[in-house]
C-alpha cells in the first residue's frame, strides 16, 4: 500500500474561544495502492479537504497512524514530513500559493528543482505542461499572482504534475475548468496512474470521477458520532 | 545524518527576568527555522544567545565544525568564536547599518570578510566582490560607492551578499525583511529562497511576520514569555496551530 490510513481522527480545539472542542474526523480508515485512484465523496464540509490535509501532513491528527510509503506523517519530525513531500507525495490544493515575482515557468519547474532536475530540463518539463494546459506563451516569463483564477488553477496543476510523485492528493483538480482543459487533466491523471502513482481525489463533476476513479470512500462515514 | 546545530536546554536571564528559558532543537543541514512571537517573547535573545553576541546562561550550542565535528561553542574560546563567525557562520541584522561598514564601499563591505578570512589578491577579492554585487541584484557600477548611498532595500540585500561571500553553512537572521516596503520585501524574500537552495544553506530566523517564515520556513519555534510554546512544520503550525497563543497569533494577522 502506498497510502494507509488506520483509525485516524482528528479535532480542533480553540483555545481562545472557551476552549471548544470540535471532533471533525473518526476512525478514518482508508488504503490506496499504486495505480489505484480513489475518490472521496460526501457533502460540503463532510471533510473531504480535512482528510487530505492530514494525509498531507498539514493538519496534526489527533490519533491514528497515516502511512504514506512507509512513513507515519502523524508523528513523523518536519524534516521528514518535507523528504516525503519532496519526493513521493505531490498535492494539488483548490489555492496557488507563490513567492511573488517568481515567473510561473519556474514555479512549475521547482518541483522537479527540488528533486535535483537540471534546470534546462525543469524547465522544458514546465513549459511543457504549460502549453498542454493552454497557458498562453506570454504568460511564463510573469508571475501567476497576477492570473485570473482559472489560469492559476491549471498552474497548480501542472506545478502538481511536473515530477511523478509516487502519491498524488488532488482537491478539486477539475473545478472551473472548460471541457478541454477538463480532458486534459484528466489525461494526465490517467498517465499518473499509469505509471502507478497512488491518486486520492475531490471530484465534484460527476463524469470526472467516473472516469478516473477506480473506487469510492464517502467520508460521511468518518463522522464522529453526535453524543447523544 | 548529524544535526549541524544542536541545541541544549539554553537560557538567558536578565536578572530576575527570563529573556528565554529551556530551548531545546536540533537543526539539521539544509533546514531553516522560523523563529515567531510577539515583541518581547525572547526571540531576538534567543538568537543572540545561539549566534554568540550574548552569553548563555545555562545549555549548550554544538556546532557541527568542518575540522573537529561536534563543538560547544559556548564554551569555546573567544578566537574560535571569531573565527566561526566569519567563516561558516553569518549574521543578517534587522537594520543593515548595524551589519555593515557605512563609511567603507560597498566592495570593500563584501571583500572585508574574504579579507578576514586570509584572501589577499586584490583582483580576486573585487571579482568575488562583483559577483556578489550581481547576485543580491545590486548593479556592479555601485561597487565603489558606499552603503550610505544605497536604499534600505539595497542595504539590506549587500549585507546578505557580504555574510554569504565566505560560503557560511548556518546563516542567522533577525527580522531581515523588518523596515522594508512590501514590493522590496518580496524580492529580498525570493533571492533569500533562492540562495538558501542554491547554497544548500541552513537558517534560524526570527521575524514577527508569519508570511515571512511560510515563504522561507521550513519548520516554526513559537515563543512566548521567553518559552517555547509550539514547533512543527511551518504550515502544520499555521494552518493548525495546537496552542492557544499560536492560534491567537494566527487569527490576529491581517488579511489582504
Known sequence: MMIELNNVSKSFTLHNQGSAVIPVMENATLSVKPGECVGLTGASGAGKSTLMRVIYGNYLAASGSVMVDGVDVAKAEPREILTLRGETLGYVSQFLRVVPRVPALDVVAEPLLAVGTPLEQARDTAASLLAQLNIPERLWNLSPTTFSGGEQQRVNIARGFAYGYPALLLDEPTASLDAQNRATVLGLIEGAKARGAAIIGIFHDETARQQVCDRFVDVSGFAPQAAA | ?256
Open chain 2, 1 to 256: 545524518m548529524t544535526p549541524l546545530l544542536q541545541v541544549q536546554n539554553v537560557a538567558k536571564f536578565y536578572g530576575a527576568r527570563i529573556g528565554c528559558t529551556d530551548v531545546s532543537f536540533d537543526l539539521y543541514p539544509g533546514e531553516v527555522m522560523g523563529i515567531v512571537g510577539e515583541s518581547g517573547s525572547g526571540k531576538s535573545t534567543l538568537l543572540n544567545s545561539l549566534a554568540g553576541h550574548l552569553p548563555p546562561d545555562q545549555g549548550e550550542v554544538i556546532f557541527d565544525t568542518r575540522a573537529n565535528g561536534p563543538v560547544d561553542t559556548v564554551t569555546m574560546s573567544e578566537p574560535e568564536r571569531r573565527m566561526l563567525s566569519r567563516t561558516d557562520w553569518a549574521f543578517v541584522h534587522q537594520h543593515a547599518r548595524d551589519g555593515l561598514r557605512m563609511s567603507v564601499s560597498a566592495g570593500g563591505n563584501i571583500g572585508e570578510r574574504l579579507m578576514a578570512v586570509g584572501d589577499r589578491h586584490y583582483g580576486g577579492i573585487r571579482a568575488q566582490a562583483a559577483d556578489w554585487l550581481g547576485r543580491v541584484e545590486i548593479s556592479e557600477s555601485r561597487i565603489d560607492d558606499r552603503p550610505s548611498a544605497f536604499s534600505g532595500g539595497m542595504q539590506q540585500r549587500l549585507q546578505i551578499a557580504r555574510n554569504l561571500v565566505t560560503g557560511p553553512r548556518l546563516v542567522f537572521m533577525d527580522e531581515p525583511t523588518g523596515g522594508l516596503d512590501v514590493s522590496v520585501q518580496a524580492r529580498l524574500l525570493d533571492l533569500l529562497r533562492g540562495l538558501v537552495r542554491e547554497m544548500g544553506l541552513s537558517a534560524i530566523i526570527v521575524t514577527h511576520d508569519l508570511a515571512v517564515v511560510r515563504l522561507l520556513a521550513d519548520r516554526l519555534m513559537v515563543m512566548k514569555d521567553g518559552r517555547v510554546v509550539e514547533t512543527g512544520l511551518t504550515d502544520q503550525v499555521l494552518d493548525d496551530p495546537q496552542h492557544g497563543y499560536t492560534q491567537l497569533l494566527v487569527s490576529s494577522v491581517l488579511q489582504v
